[in-house]
Structures are given as C-alpha cells and as structure tokens.
C-alpha cells in the first residue's frame, strides 16, 4: 500500500521557494522481510530513503510507483494463506513511526540553504487522496554567499570526509563564514550521503555566537582560515589542526595541534597548542593569547619570545619568555642630580631560572643618568646583583653595590652615589 505526497514551500511573503531538498527514512517496526513470490524477489529489508526537491513552483512531490510512500507491504501465496488479518504470512510490514495499522505518521525533512530545518510531522493515510501541505521555512540570516557561490566554493575550497566524527578539510584561503556557508550547502546537496551527515537534524556547521562551531566534527588546514564579517572565531572539540601559521586576526576556540611552532600574530586560541618537532625552534608570539598548554611531544626545545602575549601554561619542551625592561638610574648622593658614565653591571644571581653570572644588564649610564634595555626576556622571577661605579673621569664616584629581583614587570632601580673625593 502506498500514497503520494506534495509539499509546497512559499516564503512568507508568498513567493515559491526552490531548491528545498525534503528526505524521508522510513521505520523499521521488526516484520521486514524478503519475499520470493512466483520467482520474483522483493526485498522490502533496507530502510527506504526518499528524497526530493522542490521545483521552481516551490513544490516537491512524491508520486507514481517508485517515488511515492510505501505505508505497509503484505505477500503471501494464495494457497497458503487463510486470510486472516494481521497473522501468520499476513502480518502486516507497517512503515510508520508508530507502527500503528491506520496510523500512517511519518517525519519529513526539508533543508533549504537559504532557511533553518523545518521537520513536518505527516499522516500519509492508505487511501485514493494525495497528501498535500504548504510550509514557509525560518529563514537563516546567517548565510551569505548565494547557494550558487557556497555551491562552488565548497567545491574549490573544502572537502568533507564523513568516516568517524568527520573532517572538514581546508584546501585554500577561506572565511569563517564561508565555512558555514559552504557546510550549508554540502548538506542541502539532494543525496542520502550528503544529508545524513550526522543525522539529517543535524547542520554540520552551528552558529554559536560569532563562533562557526562544528561541534565534534574535525577540521584541517585552519591556516587558511580568516575571520569574516558574521563569524569571527571557529569552535570545535574535535581536532583542530593547522600546517602552517594561523592568520592575523583568527580566533579559535578548541585545541590546536601545529606540527612544526611558527610565529603568530594577533591569534587567539581557546584552547591548548600542541607541536611535534624533534628541531629546536624559537618562534615569536605578538599580541598572541594561548589560554591553555603549549606544548611540543616532539625532542625539540621550542623557544617562544613573547611580545604583549600570555601563554596559559608552557609545558613539554617549552621556554616561554617575554621581553621586559630593566632600568637604572644613578644620581649624586647629594645633589640628586643625574650622573652620567657611571658603569653598571648586573647579573643573575641566587634564585631564578638564570645560571648565575648570566648579565642582565651591563653598560654606561647616558646624561640622564640611565642605562636601560627594554629586551631582557623573562622567564620567572630572577634575583641580580652587581655593582655601579665611575673611577675613570671626574667627578668620581664610589663603587655602590646593586641587587633586586626582575619581575614579569621588569626591574627599576634608583642608585644613590657617594663622591670618591
């Protein structure tokens, strides 16, 4: 027993919709079987998948002997039945949701590019009467690209591995945006493999905030990811790798793993960067935020100078360091007045990450009585000593012994000196 069935999608100012792509699986209520009547094999076993897609009236229809709804499927040899209702050889194979005899329901699907999922619960009853129904789909302001253009692009740009979780693979340069809009389009693609891509509820590509979120799905080559004018950051708890330096601008919320440690620039990862090197690299992060571990499961040492950028924890075969300033001013003891020449040593001494004796700052003070470096790389706090003098032009100053400790915020100190007269 079969019935037709006719959608019509109008917008809700009444213009028909194309391109709405509707699916329907079917349920498996236990009696499926294999009939072989009168040497004719019908397999009705498999799940039936339909599918179809509005034209440009706006109307997708399932009709005639291969395209229209199978409700319940009974075969028997006459001479071996007793006709009894709904027993022995007559039970009945019911394909609905309910498998209840008269209960025709069934849940279609239409995916359309330019709106969100609209599911339409149906009573598709075993008579003479096709059954008809017309739905205006929500639209999705998060798209931008024509279907057309995602349609291209999710060709150029991407590939979808649907094996596992997933993976999205990035193979030339791309916003976020297109990632949602090319996704979009790979699901409203009229195919069983293309829609049933993590369920036929579900859009590969979510937005959550100004996130393109992916959910577990895994993606590939996000190097070629800038952000875009609706979505500015990707999210994912899959894997998220990179083959190359992630773009200036480019937030990512998940973990990152880069085989080989480049330099970024105006990065943001949510998340974890993990390396895999056995060469030691120095790389440079500036105004880079990392909030979870960096670290490298390679034997590589990989040094990270890092420039207006924090880094949440460095892990495994990682020294991150950021260059800070360390200021001395020598003044006469009594005048207060600025003294230049004077020769300052300092270096590491006692506790900190530092060998002992390794120079923190060392060189002649300038007419105002400074010496300073802006490029001391700190790593953790380090203890200094040293020493300030001026014994080789006059006025001669006595030799004034130096010590404090470099912080995350550098070191400034003050040095009052004693006239040698």
């Known amino acids: 027993m079969r019935n037709e069935a006719k959608f019509t999608f109008k917008t809700q100012a009444g213009v028909p919709i194309p391109n709405v792509v509707v699916y329907m699986r079917d349920t498996n209520n236990g ?3 294999l009939y072989n009547l009168c040497q004719q094999s019908i397999d009705n076993r498999p799940d039936k998948v339909y599918i179809q897609s509005s034209d440009i009236t706006g109307v997708a229809q399932f009709m005639g002997t291969s395209n229209s709804i199978l409700l319940c499927a009974v075969a028997h040899l006459v001479s071996n039945s007793d006709f009894t209702n709904n027993a022995g050889e007559n039970i009945k194979d019911l394909h609905s949701k309910t498998n209840t005899e008269g209960v025709d329901d069934y849940t279609f699907y239409a995916w359309s590019y330019n709106y969100g999922l609209f599911p339409m619960d149906v009573i598709l009853h075993s008579d003479t009467t096709p059954y008809a129904q017309s739905s205006t789909p929500i639209d999705d302001f998060y798209v931008t690209l024509t279907q057309a253009a995602a349609t291209t692009k999710l060709a150029s740009n991407f590939s979808v591995a649907t094996t596992g979780s997933g993976t999205i693979t990035v193979i030339a340069s791309s916003s976020f945006d297109d990632l949602y809009d090319c996704m979009k389009a790979y ?31 895994n993606i590939a080559g996000i190097e070629y990811f800038t952000a ?47 390396y895999n090197t056995n060469m030691p690299i120095t790389v440079t992060f500036t105004n880079t935020t990392v909030t979870g571990t960096v670290s490298n499961s390679g034997t590589g040492a990989i040094t990270i100078n890092r420039i207006n950028s924090t880094i949440g924890v460095a892990g495994s075969n990682i020294t991150s360091r950021a260059p800070v300033t360390v200021n001395v001013t020598c003044l006469d003891a009594s005048s207060n007045s600025a003294v230049s020449g004077v020769v300052v040593r300092i270096a590491a001494s006692g506790s900190g990450p530092y060998a002992d004796g390794t120079v923190v700052l060392s060189g002649t003070t300038d007419s105002a009585g400074k010496l ?11 203890a200094v000593t040293g020493m300030a003098r001026k014994g080789t032009a006059a006025p001669y100053y006595k030799s004034q012994p130096v010590s404090g400790t470099v912080t995350s915020s550098g070191l400034a100190l003050t040095i009052y000196l004693l006239k040698d007269q």
């Open 228 to 274: 875009g004018s609706k979505f500015t950051a990707v999210k994912s708890t899959g894997t998220l790798t990179a083959n190359g330096a992630l773009k200036n601008g480019v937030s990512v919320i998940g973990n990152v793993t880069q085989a080989t440690p480049t330099s970024l620039s105006g990065v943001t990862v949510t998340g974890n960067l993990a």
């Open 31 to 33: 009696q499926r079987r």
């Open 187 to 217: 699901k409203c693609i009229a195919t069983k493999e293309n829609m049933e891509f993590l369920g036929i509820k579900n859009q590969i590509v979510n937005a959550s905030g100004s996130a393109a979120d992916s959910g577990s799905v």
């Open 372 to 382: 300073i470096t802006t490029s001391f790389n700190y790593i953790g706090d380090q």
